[in-house]
């Protein structure tokens, strides 16, 4: 292990800060029929987002392999629809392409949609020429994130506090 890496605890540290003065400066709200934010403003949040995780880890780049992205693909389109605030199922594809470099098709994509929607999870809006989506169901979008947060970052701890051992 490099003597440069930082501990779990100030990487965790460094990424609290990071969040909650983030938080002082704006606050995210998952609200309803708010105008819908252009891709460009969803690129600078989740481009912020991610400089906040690479400051705090002992790496220069953090890549998502598409396993990753697929696996947790609700998650992930929970939280371009909450950025978004209100967007369609081609945009979100745009997205997974062009901010996490995941080719998925929309027969992956789309049954994810529809099975938050059945949920009541997300709200659809349908339009002359699309579907537009948004979070219908804050409370479950907050829960789920952050269950997924915490076994993400336990299964990375368990990670790290194997690596001393080699």
Do not use: W
């Amino acid at each position: 292990m490099r003597e440069d890496t930082p501990d779990t605890e100030s990487v965790l540290d460094q990424l609290s800060r990071a969040a909650a003065a983030d938080n002082q400066s704006e606050s995210y709200d998952i609200s309803f029929g708010a105008a819908e934010k252009s891709t460009k403003d969803v690129e600078h949040e989740l481009d912020e987002l991610m400089a906040q995780v690479n400051g705090a880890l002992p790496t220069d780049d953090v890549q998502f392999d598409e396993a990753i992205i697929k696996e947790n693909l609700d998650e992930i389109l929970l939280m371009l629809i909450a950025l978004h605030e209100e967007t369609h199922g081609k945009e979100l594809l745009s997205d997974l392409t062009h901010l996490f470099g995941a080719q998925l098709s929309p027969g992956t994509v789309y049954p994810g949609l529809h099975n938050l929607e059945e949920a009541d999870v997300l709200s659809m809006h349908a339009k002359v020429r699309t579907k537009e989506y948004s979070i219908a169901d804050e409370e479950y979008v907050r829960t789920t994130v952050e269950r997924t947060m915490v076994q993400h970052l336990a299964f990375g701890l368990l990670l790290y506090a194997f690596l001393p051992r080699l």
